[in-house]
T-cell receptor, first 112, second 117 residues
Framework: ELKVEQNPLFLSMQEGKNYTIYCNYSTTSDRLYWYRQDPGKSLESLFVLLSNGAVKQEGRLMASLDTKARLSTLHITAAVHDLSATYFCAVDQLGATNKLIFGTGTLLAVQP | ETGVTQTPRHLVMGMTNKKSLKCEQHLGHNAMYWYKQSAKKPLELMFVYSLEERVENNSVPSRFSPECPNSSHLFLHLHTLQPEDSALYLC????????????????FGPGTRLTVL
């Protein structure tokens, strides 16, 4: 059974600081997704990582995928308050029905 | 907006009520999904429909009954729910159902916040 673990579950950081959220998964997968969710809002797709070594950047967020280590990271550079949200990683398996297995989420609070 | 809408946004119901959640996608996708998001738990996939056919039922109790009349609409009929069914119910859609291609990226609606008294 595919399991996805995120850490930390909660992250409080100051504006301007850097930090990394980790996403580990238990079985082979070549596809990993990062989503953002604001309170009371839907999930917004941030990144789709499709191969080993994939790195994508958008603004202050950068995501990477290491399929051999079964690890993805979401790195936050010089955090700003607007990045406060819950971040989810999700994994699916090549060829299977498009069934995303989500991590528990990381609640990020960026303090002024 | 993602092109996926859900109504109602909030719903309070008693355990003996019958209600329905509605999802509509305007993206021309062929697959639709229902997820349950409970407090402090990961999102759980409930149902998957592809071209109006159910392809996955993730061990969901029969008090939840999905319906997909066409590829743009998805319903979740609720009856005799329990308080532990209170959660955020999210609908999503994707172009297809085979995992692992960017075309099958899932787009989520805003969710329905359900409270069962």
């Amino acid at each position: 059974e595919l399991k996805v673990e995120q850490n930390p579950l909660f992250l409080s950081m100051q504006e301007g600081k850097n930090y990394t959220i980790y996403c580990n998964y238990s079985t082979t997968s070549d596809r990993l997704y990062w989503y953002r969710q604001d309170p009371g809002k839907s999930l917004e797709s941030l990144f789709v990582l499709l191969s080993n070594g994939a790195v994508k950047q958008e603004g202050r967020l950068m995501a990477s995928l290491d399929t051999k280590a079964r690890l993805s990271t979401l790195h936050i550079t010089a955090a700003v308050h607007d990045l406060s949200a819950t971040y989810f990683c999700a994994v699916d398996q090549l060829g299977a029905t498009n069934k995303l297995i989500f991590g528990t989420g990381t609640l990020l609070a960026v303090q002024p | 907006e993602t092109g996926v809408t859900q109504t109602p946004r909030h719903l309070v119901m008693g355990m003996t009520n019958k209600k329905s959640l509605k999802c509509e996608q305007h993206l021309g996708h062929n697959a639709m999904y229902w997820y349950k998001q409970s407090a402090k738990k990961p999102l759980e996939l409930m149902f998957v429909y592809s071209l109006e056919e159910r392809v996955e039922n993730n061990s969901v109790p029969s008090r939840f009954s999905p319906e997909c009349p066409n590829s743009s609409h998805l319903f979740l009929h609720l009856h005799t729910l329990q308080p532990e069914d209170s959660a955020l119910y999210l609908c999503a859609s994707s172009q297809g159902i085979l995992g692992g291609t960017v075309d099958n990226e899932q787009f989520f609606g805003p969710g329905t916040r359900l409270t069962v008294l």
